[in-house]
């Protein structure tokens, strides 16, 4: 049995460019579809495509490949605003495809993500409320978990 840390060695990691936004958002449903969210919505791949590529500088894409083949995806939400935003916040990271289940996968993604967030001058990066990483991933990237505050303000009575 190989572990995660074999497994990510297999992977290679790269950025997506502005012209791949088809790529993102099919990557993107693939990885909705295998967290049971909505159903095979054909829309959601053109409309998050457009939508990404408005806004592509501040939503920095990663895709995982193995052996010619696309299994897994990230994305980042850059921070833009000063004194509100100080640290990327980590939006997606899930393995979609073959490889669906795998924790070298997301430990792959996780370390691509940390560099990038490095190399940008950032001292951390935070989880998304809907990232949900394996904890043998969470302990390789020596990520620090604390209890979350959630307040959620209702808009009707």
């Known amino acids: 049995m190989t572990t995660p840390g074999e497994s990510a060695r297999a992977v290679r990691v790269r950025e997506i460019n502005d012209d ?7 990557l993107h449903q693939q990885a909705r579809l295998l967290v049971g969210e909505g159903a095979d919505d054909r829309t959601h791949v053109r409309l998050f495509a457009q939508a990404w590529h408005r806004r592509y500088a501040d939503y920095p894409a990663f895709v995982a490949e193995r052996g010619g083949q696309h299994v897994g995806v990230a994305l980042v939400r850059r ?9 990327p916040q980590l939006l997606v990271l899930t393995p979609v495809g073959e490889g669906a289940g795998d924790e070298g996968v997301c430990l792959a993604l996780a370390r ?3 560099a990038w967030a490095r190399e940008a001058g950032h001292t951390s990066v935070t989880l998304g409320e809907r990232v949900d990483l394996p904890p ?5 990237v020596r990520a620090g978990v604390q ?4 307040v959620t303000v209702p808009t009707r009575p």
């Open 136 to 140: 043998v991933v969470l302990d390789a």
């Open 20 to 26: 791949e936004a088809l790529l993102l958002g099919a």
């Open 112 to 114: 691509a993500v940390v």
């Open 79 to 87: 921070p833009v605003l000063p004194d509100l935003d100080r640290v």
């Open 147 to 150: 209890q979350a505050r959630a």
